[in-house]
């Protein structure tokens, strides 16, 4: 173990200084891309998704290509040595001689701990089964910055899956670091967000939030409205699944008292929680959402490899 | 009911009632060479009943184990037919392989080399957690 490799398996081992520092790297990597282009030549990015995610996979080689380093790496377990039984350990052994960054997407929770303590270049969580995905936290941050110009003061609208839903309990545990924020939960009852979640986080914060089935109810008041899909492989019971996939579905309609400047989130993909009716309405912010995800993951890399 | 006192070893007292078996299990006690007796169901001023384990030997025992299946244990340590201590039980911060996960997506129920650890997130509630998957600790 090296214990002077920075890694990031959990948004909450970065501090609110180093969030900003990172949205600030981002943001002038938005205004100046040339100045970074070159920041990494030399450099290799190993992408290791034990667990297809296209999307994220493609964003991490995107933010490691536009700084101008290169990248390798498997985006599936059987086409990797997993197939052939070698263990995780072994794969980030190995790996640690290829490359100089790890971005890893692993079916397993606690995965991330597993391969930190044996790696000897840092490893970015890129999604540990039900568990932790900072980057998509880190993405999520930014994109408010960019769009409300503040992380503080603001009603968050939460909608979907909220029980199951891991983009929403670190979205929570990252956004009660911020003074004067509420929550609207909106889910079915079956999709409630659990019990440890409103204990140890919103209740232990003094944090005030609303729980709703009506995603119309409180439209009004939102800044910010996160939908999310509720995902299949998180469901032991097809029958659940089937009927509650569709419970809600965001279309021009129920915005019809939402404020001008309401800012519409969701991780992507999205399957049909979002009416492409809405694609056009300029409060969705979705699309943009993915694209600075690759800037903040430039800010990450950066920041890991310490790159100047 | 009347139980051989011991000389050297220990007695195990103010065990849950129903816990005795549980630690007989945990702690490995049946492959102890010494004589090992389980009284369940005793008379206790505290609780109504208790189950209390005498040891006829003054074995390593592991303290942590037995406070992670019960913390109101008492353990009187005895020198020729004497208690020479009782041991109150604290909950330890961590446990190493004394239980195992039991979320079936945690990286432990793959990679088998790893050590299945525990810490205790909230000493009030007794809760651990697994220091993988963060996943709580269901001592049933
Ligand atoms: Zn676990």
Known sequence: ?308 | MNIDTIKNGYVIDHITSGNAMKIYELLELGKLDCQVAIITNAKSKKSGTKDIIKVGELINLDMDKLAYIDSNITINVVKNDKIIEKKKLTLPEKLVNVCMCNNPRCITSTEKELDQVFILTDKERNIYRCIYCETKLNKN
């Open chain 1, 1 to 308: 173990m090296n214990k002077e490799v920075r890694h990031l398996t959990n948004i909450e081992e970065l501090s609110v200084d180093e969030i900003d520092d990172l949205i600030k790297v981002a943001n002038d990597i938005i205004a100046n891309p040339n100045k970074y282009k070159d920041k990494c030549n030399g450099k290799i990015l190993a992408t290791l998704f034990f667990e297809p995610s296209t999307r994220t996979r493609l964003s991490f080689e995107s933010a490691m290509l536009r700084l101008g380093g290169n990248v390798l790496g498997f985006s599936e377990a059987n086409s990797s040595s997993v197939a052939k039984g070698e263990s995780l350990s072994d794969t980030i052994q190995v790996v640690g001689g290829y490359a100089d960054i790890i971005a890893m997407r692993h079916y397993k929770e606690g995965a991330p701990l597993v391969a930190c303590n044996k790696s000897s270049i840092p490893i970015i969580n890129a999604g540990d089964g039900g568990h932790n995905h900072p980057t998509q936290t880190l993405t999520d941050l930014l994109t408010i910055n960019r769009e409300k110009k503040r992380l503080n003061n603001l009603v968050i609208g939460l909608c979907g899956d909220l029980k199951f839903g891991r983009t929403v309990h670190s979205l929570i545990t990252a956004m009660s670091r911020y003074k004067n924020i509420k929550f609207i939960l909106i889910s079915p009852k079956e999709l409630e967000l659990p019990e440890y979640v409103k204990k140890e986080v919103l209740e232990k914060n003094n944090i005030e939030y609303i729980e709703t089935n009506n995603i119309e109810e409180y439209m009004s008041r939102l800044d910010i409205l996160y939908m999310t899909r509720v995902q299949k492989e998180r469901f032991f019971n097809e029958a659940d699944y089937i009927r509650l996939k569709d419970y809600y579905i965001l279309d021009k309609n129920k915005l019809k008292n939402a404020k001008d400047d309401l800012c519409i989130m969701h991780p992507l993909p999205r399957v049909n929680e979002i009416s492409t009716d809405v694609d056009n309405d300029p409060r969705s912010k979705y699309f943009l959402q993915a694209k600075y995800g690759v800037y903040i993951r430039m800010a990450l890399i950066l920041k890991l490899l310490e790159v100047k």
